[in-house]
């Protein structure tokens, strides 16, 4: 089709030939293998002779361009975004010429996405979503490579190149804010996209022989933020009659720190949830340590403490049939092994876009606080052992609160790793409070808090010891 279509337009081209002023050259771009012709490409003519003549132009919305050019010999090239440079001699007359430029798109794949609402059931209709703020980072690379603020069009494109990984955050007042990693040809991924819940056609239909290049329709839907909206994390499992986090739970919880952090205006409550066996009181109280063991893992890695509760509900809201006496297979059971995150608050000055902060901002937190758990990791694993005392009744001068919890945590905290020497006391509601004392006065203090520690802890807060009495913070 596009075979037959080219001969056309370029009869169409060269009929337009005839309004040119003699010396003039009209050309038109398109890319390789007729794929389309490109608009918005700069073109530039440069004399190659000794008397220096330059001229510049862009391609229009047909792909294409007009250049006045006084007889010579010219470099003539071309330049547009994921596109290899084009670069070839051009020879002018006193006749009219007309020239073709072909250009060959980078290694990479082009990302065409659509955002929509996400539906509630498979038949809904939903709206498209404009207005949304659209922001990418190559992380291989650490530098922003897109910002759509308030775009105000319900698709985009971007095109991904070979060699990268790239996170995309995607926010709009009223949803809940929508993070993608895309990762090409890297990490054993020729393509690979997390967080997209609809890709069509198929990735691997749309490749290029050698897989080097390609096309991705993506349609992204965004959740609205509502309050009792649940959201279900995938696979928390625990060992039998256990709440420890193990390392395979640990890092689902990270997505729930990671989800927790580019939302700051939710609250939410964390339900645990088990199947009938087992006795009902039992599965209650089972279900409320391993709600609060993860809640404390994921309040250890940087959420403040104040906008997340844990809560187990055993067997008392089970999703099927498989209740006290009724006979169900393991994947039945399963069903309601589940743990769900609930909004239980929206805070109103957080859905401005004035309140947030940049995906560039993001990322450099998160590399901070990766690289302080390493670091905390390494101590971890040294021979030296944390300690948890009481704060003795007579400590003075400044250190740091580290975790506020309403039960007490262990030394196995992620928030605790890499210190030394914890200490422990409780509020006049019973609350557990953990702290470190840091030797010196309130600038030094808060010279660790800020250089240290906030990278990755961002619910550590200032104190000021003060014998026989209760902590208090320093603003």
Not at 92 to 101: H, M, N
Not at 172 to 186: D, L, S
Not at 271 to 281: E, I, K, V
Not at 387 to 408: C, F, H, M, V, W
Request: hydrophobic share 35%; charged share 20%; net charge neutral.
């Amino acid at each position: 089709m596009e075979n037959r279509f080219l001969p056309f337009l370029l009869l169409l081209l060269s009929s337009r030939l005839a309004a040119q002023t003699p010396g003039s050259v009209t050309g038109y771009v398109f890319e390789q293998n007729n794929r389309g012709y490109l608009q918005q490409v700069k073109i530039q003519a440069s004399s190659a002779s000794d008397q220096p003549f330059f001229a510049e132009t862009y391609s229009d919305t047909i792909g294409q361009f007009v250049l006045d050019l006084p007889p010579g010999l010219y470099w003539l090239s071309a330049a547009k975004d994921n596109f290899i440079p084009y670069k070839d001699s051009l020879r002018v007359g006193t006749e009219r010429r007309f020239v073709k430029v072909e250009m060959q798109r980078k290694p990479g794949y082009l990302f065409d996405a659509t955002l929509a609402e996400a539906r509630e059931t498979p038949d809904q209709i939903v709206d498209a979503i404009s207005g949304a703020t659209i922001e990418i980072f190559n992380r291989t690379q650490n530098r922003p490579e897109l910002s759509l603020p308030r775009h105000p069009n319900a698709f985009f494109q971007f095109t991904f190149e070979q060699g990268n990984h790239y996170t995309m955050l995607i926010r709009k007042p009223g949803f809940i804010a929508k993070r993608i990693e895309v990762y090409v040809n890297i990490k054993g991924c020729i393509l690979c996209v997390d967080g997209v819940r609809s890709v069509t056609p198929g990735v691997t239909d749309n490749l290029s022989a050698g897989h080097q290049m390609g096309t991705l329709l993506a349609n992204i839907e965004l959740e609205k933020a509502r309050l009792d909206k649940r959201i279900q994390i995938q696979n928390i499992y625990y060992d039998y009659d256990k709440w420890d986090i193990r390392p395979d739970a640990a890092e689902r919880l990270d997505q729930v720190v990671t989800l927790m952090q580019d939302n700051p205006g939710l609250s939410v409550e964390l339900g645990s949830h088990t199947d009938s066996r087992g006795g009902d009181a039992y599965n209650l109280q089972l279900s409320q340590k391993r709600a609060e063991s993860a809640v404390a893992y994921i309040i250890s890695n940087g959420v403040p403490a104040q906008r997340i509760t844990a809560k187990g509900y055993g067997e008392t809201q089970l999703v099927n049939r498989c209740r006290n006496g009724v006979s169900c297979d393991e994947a039945a059971h399963q069903q309601n092994r589940r743990t769900e995150l609930r909004i239980t608050g929206i805070s109103a000055d957080s859905l401005e876009y004035l309140s947030w902060k940049s995906l560039p901002d993001i990322v450099k937190e998160e590399q901070a606080a990766a690289k302080l758990k390493a670091a905390q990791k390494a101590a971890a694993a040294s021979p030296q052992t944390l300690n948890i005392r009481p704060l003795p009744k007579t400590q003075s001068g400044y250190g740091l609160e580290i975790a506020d919890y309403p039960t007490p945590l262990g030394p196995e905290t992620a928030a605790f790793q890499g210190f030394q020497q914890i200490y422990e006391y409780r509020d006049a509601k019973g609350h557990y409070h953990y702290c470190v004392v840091i030797p010196g006065d309130l600038n030094k203090a808060r010279a660790y808090l800020n250089t240290t520690v906030k990278g990755s802890l961002q619910q550590a807060q200032l104190l000021q010891f003060t014998p026989g009495k209760l902590p208090a913070k320093v603003q």
